[in-house]
């Protein structure tokens, strides 16, 4: 069904992107499937909950999920007694979020035979790096949000005084201050706002690691500041090196979005709103939520 979903929203709506981003479920109890107590850094507090990869379709007009992966910690799935108790399939193991992530977006985007779009990655809580060397398939342009200190080494000539270094990716930026330029893009909303940020992009790779090479190919480092260059800058890191600022920019923020609809929409729609405890009742109801999601979406376009 969430395929199908999927191939729906293709086929009517231009789809910019495929976005994907964490849902955090908090949770009053314990037997939930995948509920834990746990740190949520981009939230900055512990909470009892459950997480969730949702993949998201996405243009400036239409945003709605077509497809979610559930995390199961290490912790629940050595639990014969709560497996049991949830109906966890035998087959299923143990995965970081980082794996849950990776295995959500190779299911959809390539699996799916979709539209080949730009996939934006939007969650601060993997490891970028292992992200992108074992998941990101170099055939799809990629766009993922990185923290301030993500390790990458430079490769830029406009920074020939760094080049080869291996730094931060916040200190790289720092560095990178004055490639700062305007980037300038109307949207495809009925009032056609006109938005400017200021972004800088470098180029750079993965560190190698253990004495080898990265496998994967050169990156571009992308900082995005609003226009006054004021707050905190975005980091970003993608395969699409030959892109324009302003694409690029554009691409993050349509996670903006994303964030903003789910919000809006979804949890009207009740997204996180399950009762049940079993594995299989979940993603029954949250396909439903879904494609209540694109319902009210689609009804919202202006014709």
């Not at 799916?112 to 990101?136: C, H, K, Y």
């Not at 490769?155 to 700062?180: C, F, K, N, V, W």
């Not at 494609?291 to 202006?302: C, F, I, K, N």
Request: proline share 6%; with cysteine.
């Amino acid at each position: 069904m969430r395929q199908a979903l999927a191939h729906h929203l293709a086929a009517i709506t231009h789809v910019q992107a495929w976005v994907a981003r964490l849902l955090i479920i908090p949770k009053s109890g314990q037997h939930s499937v995948g509920v834990e107590r746990q740190f949520f850094p981009s939230l900055g507090q512990v909470l009892n909950a459950q997480r969730a990869i949702g993949v998201w379709a996405a243009s400036d007009v239409v945003t709605a999920p077509v497809n979610w992966r559930l995390h199961l910690t290490q912790t629940w799935l050595e639990d014969h007694r709560r497996r049991s108790q949830v109906a966890i399939p035998d087959g299923i193991g143990p995965e970081t979020l980082t794996e849950c992530l990776g295995e959500a977006c190779l299911e959809t985007v390539p699996t799916w035979n979709l539209s080949l779009r730009p996939l934006v990655v939007d969650t601060g809580e993997i490891e970028v790096a292992t992200f992108i060397q074992e998941f990101a398939d170099p055939g799809i342009p990629l766009l993922v949000r990185a923290d301030a200190g993500t390790s990458l080494t430079i490769t830029d000539p406009l920074l020939p005084a760094s080049e080869g270094q291996t730094l931060p990716a916040d200190q790289i930026m720092a560095m990178a201050r004055d490639l700062r330029r305007p980037a300038s893009w109307t949207d495809r909303r009925p009032d056609s706002a006109r938005h400017t940020h200021l972004a800088a992009t470098v180029r750079v790779t993965l560190p190698a690691t253990g004495g080898s090479a990265p496998h994967y190919g050169e990156l571009t480092l992308l900082g995005v500041e609003d226009a006054g260059g004021r707050g905190r800058t975005q980091l970003w890191l993608t395969n699409m090196t030959t892109a324009q600022p302003a694409l690029l920019v554009r691409l993050t923020r349509l996670a903006d979005k994303v964030d903003a609809d789910f919000t809006d929409i979804s949890e009207g729609v009740g997204m996180r709103d399950f009762t049940g405890r079993s594995f299989g009742g979940r993603p029954r109801h949250i396909t439903l939520a879904s494609a209540a999601h694109a319902v009210v979406a689609l009804s919202r376009r202006t014709p």
